[in-house]
């Protein structure tokens, strides 16, 4: 049966909507210790230590998992304290972590059967009503991946049939949508839509205000369909 890990290097990670669909959820404290490794402690969200902590936990999950799904949700570069501890940047750190991870990858036998999916969730969190903060990088790495860039207009909602177009014969992408909604960020909730055409609306939760928009999209009706999707959302994961 498939090992399907989420690994975490934080604290504590309360937003899991789905955790009966792990076989295992690993934190800080479940992580190998190590005394070389660097760590902060923030907020409640944001106390963790370094990303490349748990490498030595996700390299060998091959040996005894030939089939398996992981899940590293990073965590250095979400605050400034990461930085301002180690002097390195996000990208200088994450080159690291990146190769480091290929590199163990690469030098064990299941790397022809292994699928690496890259992919951020918002760009600078002080820009919540920022349309380009929300038009992320997607990178997808493995054997017998093709180089190539795919333009098409998609959500993290298709990241599902994304990976399975990977991962199987079946080639066929989901379709390029008209529109997306995104929530943001960490400093600010905002909520809002974009189109494929360039049109967006954000809308600040706390008091209702309009942010920012550009386009024909009617504030009152993008909320009634915002709300019905948080409505949603709540019967399928609510208590």
């Known amino acids: 049966m498939p090992r399907i890990l989420s690994v975490l290097c934080v604290e504590e990670q309360p937003f899991i909507p789905v955790r009966h669909d792990w076989s295992r959820i ?13 760590s902060v402690e923030s907020s409640r969200m944001e106390s963790a230590t370094e990303d490349r902590a748990a490498l030595p936990t996700l390299l060998a999950l091959p040996d005894s998992h ?16 990461w930085s301002a501890k180690t002097g ?3 990208i200088d750190y994450y080159e690291r972590y990146l190769s480091e991870l290929l590199d163990g990858l690469m030098a064990g036998p299941e ?3 292994t699928l690496v999916v ?3 969730d918002h760009g600078n969190r002080m820009k919540a009503s920022n349309a380009g903060n929300y ?15 795919d333009h098409e207009f998609r959500s993290h909602l298709d990241l599902q049939r994304i990976v399975a ?10 379709p390029s949508r008209s529109e997306i909604t995104v929530v943001g960020s960490t400093e600010r909730w905002v909520y809002g839509e974009i189109t494929a055409s360039n049109e967006y609306l954000f809308v600040d939760d706390r008091t209702g205000g309009i942010m920012a928009i550009q386009g024909r999209t009617r504030p009152i009706t993008f909320y009634r369909r915002f709300q019905h999707m948080i409505d949603d959302f709540g019967r399928r994961y609510g208590p």
Do not use: C
């Not at 030939?66 to 304290?81: D, I, M, Q």
């Not at 177009?165 to 989901?174: E, G, I, R, W």
């Open 165 to 174: 177009a990977y991962l199987t014969d079946n080639s066929s992408m989901p």
């Open 26 to 38: 690993m934190h800080r404290q479940d992580l190998p210790p190590g005394g070389r490794w660097v």
């Open 111 to 113: 790397w022809s059967k």
């Open 135 to 149: 038009r992320i990088p997607l990178l997808i790495v493995g054997p017998g991946v093709s180089p190539g860039r």
């Open 66 to 81: 030939p089939k398996t799904f992981a899940l590293h949700e990073l965590a250095y570069g979400h605050t400034t304290a």
């Open 88 to 90: 390195v940047s996000q």
């Open 118 to 120: 890259i992919v951020s």
